[in-house]
């Protein structure tokens, strides 16, 4: 696929076949990651690659927080919310990306900013192969529980987390808010 054609394909993915990955894809897909910009060339990020029963227990922490932020949905829509919560939509693997954790909050965003294009390059890449992702910082919640079925420690930062799988489909593209870009760009001459 065409790299503009990948930009504007990628869609978050709530649904998804249960068939599993290669290893190979899963590494090809990381490197992309491990491609990406980084403040200072630290390359601060990690990944983690999660299924079997540490997937499950992120799931019920995932629903149990899916279940009050959608407390006043309509109730078709809360169900499969809370569903896709539960068991990260059904993907075979949720990737989750660190970056060193820091105090100071100019690096704390330098190392959280460098994370997240090694994030995006990662959602891009899954595109590029035909699989399925979701950027989500929801599950970090209740960032104690992932802490403490993974094993992160507190030298750490939790950025964001992605299941990874081959979609059951690619849910339409929400429109822009902005498409001729007349808003959101300010040319200053
Ligand atoms: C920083 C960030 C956090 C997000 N957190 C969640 C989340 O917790 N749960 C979820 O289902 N989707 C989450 N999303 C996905 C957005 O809802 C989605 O990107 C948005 O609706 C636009 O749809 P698209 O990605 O298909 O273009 C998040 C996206 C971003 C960039």
């Given at each position: ?10 869609r ?42 540490k997937k499950?227990e ?25 569903q896709?919560?539960?068991t ?7 990737i989750?990306?660190?970056t060193?954790a ?14 997240s ?16 992702t ?26 964001a987390?992605?299941?990874?799988g081959?979609p ?16 959101k ?5």
């Amino acid at each position: 696929m065409e790299f503009f054609d990948v930009i504007k394909n990628r869609r978050a993915v709530r649904q998804y076949k249960p068939d599993l990955l290669s290893k190979e894809d899963i590494l090809k897909i990381l490197d992309a990651g491990n491609w990406a910009p980084s403040g200072r060339n630290l390359q601060q990020w990690d990944f983690i690659v999660v299924s079997g029963e540490k997937k499950i227990e992120m799931g019920k922490s995932y629903k149990v927080i899916s279940e009050v932020y959608t407390a006043d949905w309509e109730q078709s829509a809360r169900d499969a919310f809370v569903q896709y919560a539960a068991t990260y939509g059904g993907a075979p693997v949720i990737i989750v990306v660190l970056t060193d954790a820091d105090k100071i909050p100019g690096i704390r965003k330098m190392n959280l900013e460098s994370a997240s294009a090694a994030m995006e390059n990662i959602l891009l890449a899954a595109r590029a192969l035909g699989l399925g992702t979701c950027w989500m910082t929801g599950p970090l919640q209740d960032e104690a529980s992932i802490r403490q079925i993974l094993h992160i420690p507190e030298s750490k930062e939790i950025v964001a987390v992605t299941p990874l799988g081959y979609p059951v489909a690619f849910p339409e593209a929400p429109p822009r808010l902005d498409p001729e870009l007349r808003d959101k760009v300010s040319w200053i001459e």
